[in-house]
Structure formats: structure tokens, C-alpha cells
């Protein structure tokens, strides 16, 4: 079982799918997971999973040979396979500013001495079979000098001569698909800052005011404020295994909901503090719509298609792509520089 990610042509393509048969032939069962068009319809036997993402996801909807998967209108992969439904190519281009961003003389691993010209103002995709240099040219050269020229990065950029247009830039932004944090800490209100906002708005209604309670008080990671002492927070304890993975359980304490009885009794429009770490991003989005700078944050996460992700949901369970789209909806958020 492999998780293979789309392959980057055709031919490469159905170099793998003939790997894969030669190892079903041989007498094994092969499982792939896959969106790639082409390997779908070369399996003997496909399984389509949805209906939705996320918890609205889970279930076997249609299973069969590719043909039956097709014909079978419950399926929404079967409708794009069979050309029923269809993402359309756009009918016009941008044109772009004009100006480009030039790596000149780059020789970093399979690259020879070459010269990219990189258009501004446009979606560029960088494309080509494994190997043929796509990483070394944008992740090792052009992403880690520009860190290296813009936010001081000590991080050493692949062999190159010159990189020419740096004055048409202020700033670079690598989103990929690394976890947003390695701890059940992280999730999507903290990575995206909304949760700043929101322990804010806490902090300011009346019962809070009475009390004399802080943004400090809502947060689960500020020792000594309103978070629960003995799971410091996550709402879970580990439990440490030997020769095993750790295991996690509910802190019997709060329950699972991180905070003490004195933060959850404060309340916004019938919710504490908890519930909304709860909401997925379509119910936090209904209940904060009269908060514009809460809403922005919302909305753009609900735009990159992850409506359906709880903010307190630990960064620990977020697939590669729905990380990926969070910090695509952070910075979508943020106001344009130009």
C-alpha cells in the first residue's frame, strides 16, 4: 500500500500503473490511494469514499469496476470519470505584470546551468518527471535565497549565478505541505490567528469585565489562567507505552474541554469558551458574523474548502493538503503589500 501522489505526466504514469499490474500478476494484492484519473481507471476494482471530507466523509460510496463506478450516480468521482461533470479549462489567460524574476546559471543537483524567466502577476506551474530538477530550481534555489535576501534566513540556497528582479519584491511565502505543528497544541484557530481575536472578544464582554478577566484568562497554553491544570491545556493526557506508540486519553478532569469551571462560565451569544474550539469553521462563521475581523479569517478558510475542520481540531489529524490550505486561507487573510 502506497500513497501515491499525482503523477507528473503521462508517460511516467503508465510506467507505474505497468509496475503496479507486473506486482498484482505476481500474485499480490495491490492498493493504491489515488486521485489520478488514470490510475483509477486502470484498477480492477475501484472504491470511491465520501461523500464529503472530513467528518462529513467516511462512507463506501459506490464500489465496483471503473465502468460500474461510472454508472453509478451516487458517485461524484464517477460523474467526473464518465465526463458528466468536468472542471473547465479557463477561457482566457492572465496577462501578468509584465515583468519577471530571473534564476540565471542554476546547476543545483540535475540542472544544467540553466535560465528560468519567472513571469509576475501569474499562476506558474512548474512541471516534469521525477527527478528533472522542478524542487531543486523553486524549493532549493529561487525559495531559499529569496529567504535568505528578504527574512535574513540562514539556510543555504542550490547553486546558482544570479537570481535577477529582486526589486519587484517584498516578500516570499513558501506554502507546502508540512504539518502547521507537531502537537495536539497546534490547530487551525491558533495557526491562523483567529483565536487571538476571539479570546479577545471574550475578554471584553460584561461577566469578563466584572471578573476582571484577560485574553490571558481563554488561552489553553498561559500557565496559571483558565486552562485545566492537569492536562496543562490539551484536554487529553499521553500516556507514555513501552515498545509502543503513546497513547492518548480524555483528561478526566475537564472532560476534554481544557479549560476550568471559572473560564467555561463565560459565555458569548450561549457558548464558553470550549464550544467554540469545537465548532467546525461553518458554525463558528454563522455565530461570529457580525465580527468582521473574525469573519475574514473564517470565510477564507471556508473559500480554500475546509468549512467542514473544527478550530480546535489537533494539527496532529490534519491530512498534508487540509495543513497545506490552512496556510494558504493565513495568508489569503492578511492584507495585500502589492
Known sequence: HRDLHSFPTRRSSDLLINTLKDLRDLGNSVIVVEHDKETMEQADWLID????AGEKGGEVIAEGTPGQVKDNPKSLTGLFLKGDRE?????????????AISVVGATENNLKNIRVDFPLGKLIVVTGVSGSGKSSLVNDILAKKLSQI???????AGKHREIIGLKQLDKVI?????PIGRTP????????KVFDDIRGLFASVPESKIRGYKKGRFSF??????????CRGEGILKIEMHFLPDVYVTCEECGGKRYNPEALEIHYKGKNISDILDMTVDEANQLFQNMPQIRRK???????????IRLGQPATTLSGGEAQR??????????ATG
Open 49 to 52: 469514499i465520501g461523500p464529503g
Open 87 to 99: 472542471i473547465a479549462v479557463p477561457k482566457k489567460r492572465r496577462s501578468g505584470s509584465g515583468q
Open 150 to 156: 528578504f527574512h535574513r534566513s540562514q539556510e543555504t
Open 174 to 178: 513558501n506554502i507546502d505541505q508540512t
Open 185 to 192: 497544541r497546534s490547530n487551525p484557530a491558533t495557526y491562523t
Open 221 to 230: 497554553n498561559a500557565k496559571g489562567g483558565g486552562r485545566c491544570e492537569v
Open 298 to 308: 473564517l470565510e477564507t478558510l471556508v473559500e480554500v474548502g475546509l468549512g467542514y
Open 326 to 335: 490552512i496556510k494558504l486561507s493565513r495568508e489569503l487573510s492578511r492584507r
